[in-house]
T-cell receptor
């Protein structure tokens, strides 16, 4: 039973468009929410992360929006580029549980030129 | 990431065989993890180790065992492989803070 539910499973966006991936969780003890990016044939790598004391975090074209009351968080990829084509995983963890990560199922993003 | 290496990268084996997957890291991290990745299920934690003397089961440890031979080495064993253990396996490391994990390139395992 996955503790973090991620949608959609896949999405296709045109170059320059916005990609949006959504995640939801139930465990209110989670206090760290990272996103990992995985290219084909590679291991996942940390992309961006947020803690629940802020509602938004932006790094370049990537933004996490966090809604604590709804127990939801999302990744927005602005001005999507072909090089952003990858699988994205949201995750959640508890600092009290040594940051063991619970991952979502993943979203495969394809950016068409 | 060359800092975390996994061997072999690909392996095909038969049901009932014992197989070992190896992970080495040069990041100097104490914490190491083994995950399996399946389509539609994301990554699931098999075992983790916070130091050489500390090994813990993850959410799907049945059918697997691990050995932490040194700070830099963490091996995953399948004592008697079965077809539903066909998956992509990743090793990861983190420092004592634990909030960023660094993944190896993965091992694709096929059990026939």
């Amino acid at each position: 039973q996955q503790q973090v539910k991620q949608s959609p499973q896949s999405l296709i966006v045109q170059k320059g468009g916005i990609s949006i991936i959504n995640c939801a969780y139930e465990n209110t003890a989670f206090d760290y929410f990272p996103w990992y990016q995985q290219f084909p044939g590679k291991g996942p790598a940390l992309l961006i992360a947020i803690r629940p004391d802020v509602s938004e975090k932006k790094e370049g074209r990537f933004t996490i929006s966090f809604n604590k009351s709804a127990k939801q968080f999302s990744l927005h990829i602005m001005d999507s580029q072909p090089g952003d084509s990858a699988t994205y995983f949201c995750a959640a963890s508890k600092s009290s549980n040594d940051y063991k990560l619970s991952f979502g199922a993943g979203t495969t993003v394809t950016v068409r030129a | 990431d060359a800092d975390v290496t996994q061997t072999p990268r690909n392996r095909i084996t038969k049901t009932g065989k014992r197989i070992m997957l190896e992970c080495s890291q040069t990041k100097g991290h104490d914490r190491m993890y083994w995950y399996r990745q399946d389509p539609g299920l994301g990554l699931r934690l098999i075992y983790y180790s916070f130091d050489v003397k500390d090994i813990n089961k993850g959410e799907i440890s049945d059918g697997y065992s691990v050995s932490r031979q040194a700070q830099a080495k963490f091996s995953l064993s399948l004592e008697s492989a079965i077809p539903n253990q066909t998956a992509l396996y990743f090793c990861a490391t983190s420092d004592f803070l634990g909030n960023e994990q660094f993944f190896g390139p993965g091992t694709r395992l096929t059990v026939l």
